[in-house]
């Protein structure tokens, strides 16, 4: 797909952003974006999958994000969080996480480059009860050791591929903070259930009612965060339910990071926890809370206040208009992130099916 230079268009989310921000990133967001090039663990990527019984689903979409970062030759890491899951969800991932220790072990005086050219790490963040996916997204963004953090959903209804198209546009604009694959832009290519999509445009109406349209897309499970915005947002956020998406843009956006929009190929699968009516409901209640806090309370973030913000989107394009061609990925290292089509979400090598004697806690 052919990306054309990114549009940049005001926010709409009324009271929260006031107007375009223009020129270098400043405040905060500049002293984080100084040390964006460097990393802890000297990871290129980490890949951050939120799980609560995900048994039946997560082995499939963990092949699958192995096998394609396999193939990217940079070095990446997978942080699982199991957020309190009483069904079969540590036994099935902990053959992952025991091969991705094994990595480790073999790779060890490398340095920084360790598995850089073959299998990520998988790591495991586990806890007990239950605590809700903002919890969850949370203890992985503040585990994370990649210079780029992505946080996708264990459905794999974005697979991991998919975040090429939102390096294209970080990576072209470092003032971004967030980059959002988004459902509803013209270049999206989603496949979903007609009631899902009606139920999709309320919550965005209701949103902009709230005064909390801070993108088109704000729910899509599949964002690509700077590093240390990923630690400020870990350090700041306190929502565990399904609104910690509204608040991870509101902390991007207060310290003076914009917030990026790219669609995104995306597939509606069943097996989620989440009830489109009863889960909306409840949604909406803590977006309204939520904004009630912004006003009241918001976090307090060094040399971050009263900076305007803005909302960038990538759009399609002819390609001969811009000088860009099928080659696009190239230009940010991207090849090997591309999905294979053809290919079998289950056929990663070195991983094995077996059942585990106990959970893997973490692959440190």
Known sequence: MDFAEPEVRAAGAAGLSSGLASGPTTGLAAGLAEGADASPGGFE????????????????????????????????????????????????????????????????????????????????????????????????LAAARGRWVLVMDADNACRVGEVRKLFGLAQQRPEVGIVAGSRRTADADVRALATRRLTGDLFALALWALGLRLLRDTQCGFKLYQGGLGKL??????????????????????????????????????????????????MLSQAARLRWRWIVDRPRLDDATGLSASIIELRPQDASERGLGAGDARLVGLDGLADDEQGDPKAADGVGRGTARRAVVSGQ
């Open 45 to 140: 990527l980490t890949v951050v999958i939120p799980m609560y019984r995900e048994a039946k689903r997560i082995e499939r979409t963990l092949r699958d994000v192995v096998r394609t970062l396999s193939r990217w030759g940079r070095a990446s890491e997978v942080v699982l969080v199991n957020d309190g899951s009483d069904d079969n969800t540590l036994q099935v991932v902990a053959p992952f996480v025991e091969a991705g220790s094994r990595l480790q072990g073999e790779s060890d005086g490398e340095g920084a480059r360790a598995g850089g050219a073959g299998q990520p790490r998988v790591r495991l963040v586990s806890y007990s009860p239950n605590r809700g996916k903002g919890a969850a997204v949370r203890e992985g």
């Open 233 to 282: 947002i870990a350090t700041h956020a306190r929502e565990n339910g399904y609104c910690f998406d509204l608040e991870h843009l509101l902390i991007a956006k207060h310290a003076g990071y914009r917030v990026g929009e790219v669609g995104v190929a995306w597939e509606h699968r069943d097996g989620g926890q989440v009830r489109p009516i009863r889960d909306g409901l409840r």
